[in-house]
């Protein structure tokens, strides 16, 4: 076979493109829009009818207006009481969990870790289905491993601890924790 020079090339090329969008010019010049196609006449305005008028009917002893009550006026949504607490020695994120559950599940985690990352998943789970709130932390921050460390005092590494809204450890759990564990130990630790 012969090779074909550049300028064919760039000519087959244009040719193609000329007759595609023909082809697209076409198909769409031949279609009306709906409105197009659906066009009423419309009667002109002063013939439209007017809904006639009912004859007044005039009463011989006056008519009691009634007060008109004044619009009540929207009234804010409530805020949310959100129970104050003493700071529990743990991380400010678990006491604005505690404020806002009566039991939390906190799941301690280094981020990028496949395992730490299931378990954190089954510990929401849990969680979700314990009817505890869920909180994940980050162990290679230094305060809140200090944190963590100097609140349990002699627990060996868990990996998932279960709070009371006091501040109080119910459970600490090490390696892995399926999710009907961590839903059992939630509803346990509920008041």
């Known amino acids: 076979m012969e090779k074909l020079s550049t300028q064919v090339r760039i000519f087959g090329l244009v040719a193609v493109l000329v007759a595609v969008g023909g082809l697209l010019f076409v198909y769409t010049a031949g279609r009306g ?70 039991v939390v599940v906190v799941s301690l985690v280094i981020p990028g870790s496949h395992v730490d990352e299931l378990a954190a998943g089954e510990a929401k ?34 990996s998932l601890l279960v709070l009371k809204r006091s501040g109080e450890v119910v459970l600490a759990l090490e390696g892995f924790v399926d999710r009907e564990t961590v839903a059992q130990a939630a509803a346990n630790a509920a008041p």
């Open 33 to 102: 829009s709906a409105a197009d196609s659906e066009l009423v006449a419309l009667p002109p305005a002063a013939a439209v009818a007017k809904p006639a008028k009912t004859p007044a009917v005039h009463k011989t002893a006056p008519a009691k207006v009634k007060a008109s009550k004044a619009k009540a006026h929207a009234k804010p949504a409530p805020k949310k009481v959100v129970p104050k607490i003493p700071p529990t020695g743990f991380p400010l994120a678990v006491d604005r969990a505690l404020a806002r559950h009566k």
């Open 125 to 158: 789970a849990g969680a979700k289905l314990g009817g505890a709130g869920y909180l994940a932390l980050n162990v290679l921050n230094e305060s809140v491993a200090r944190a963590v460390l100097g609140k349990l005092q002699g627990v060996k590494e868990p």
